[in-house]
């Protein structure tokens, strides 16, 4: 089986075009959001929605959700002065994650850095 005939391409489609509006209204905020909540959302059983996870976005379903967590994290941390000088465990909870360790090494992984590097930088440019 090849890898584009592992699901039907209408169903993939379906599937794809209701993940990017969820992405747009940033399902991954809620910090109870799953595979199965995902699912339970977008109607597909879980097998098929992680497939077309796995296969169209390169990558699991909790690594695409943290993934999409940090690209909020570091939006905000960029466009808002006040939650870049909240607590660390706010920034983690108002991002989506349940635990600030999760995503220190979420952040770390991705870019190398960790958060509190990152704010003092931008705070510093900021004068």
């Known amino acids: ?8 391409e209408d169903l993939k489609g379906i599937i794809l075009t209701k993940l990017k509006r969820l992405e747009e209204e940033q399902f991954f905020i809620d910090t109870k959001c ?3 909540t995902l699912s339970d959302e977008l109607q597909p059983n879980q097998k ?10 390169k990558t ?3 690594t695409y959700k ?18 870049r000088n909240s ?4 920034i983690a909870k108002a991002s989506g994650f349940n635990n600030p360790n999760t995503s220190y090494f979420a952040f770390k992984k991705r870019l190398g850095i960790l958060p509190s590097y990152l704010i003092k930088k931008l705070n510093d440019e900021d004068g």
């Open 1 to 8: 089986m090849s890898l584009h005939s592992y699901i039907d």
């Open 34 to 36: 799953s595979l199965s």
């Open 48 to 57: 098929y929605l992680s497939q077309v996870i796995n296969n169209e976005r």
């Open 60 to 62: 699991n379903f909790n």
């Open 66 to 83: 943290n993934g999409l967590r940090i690209n909020h994290l570091l939006d905000r941390l960029i466009e808002d002065f006040d939650f």
């Open 87 to 90: 607590k660390l465990s706010y």
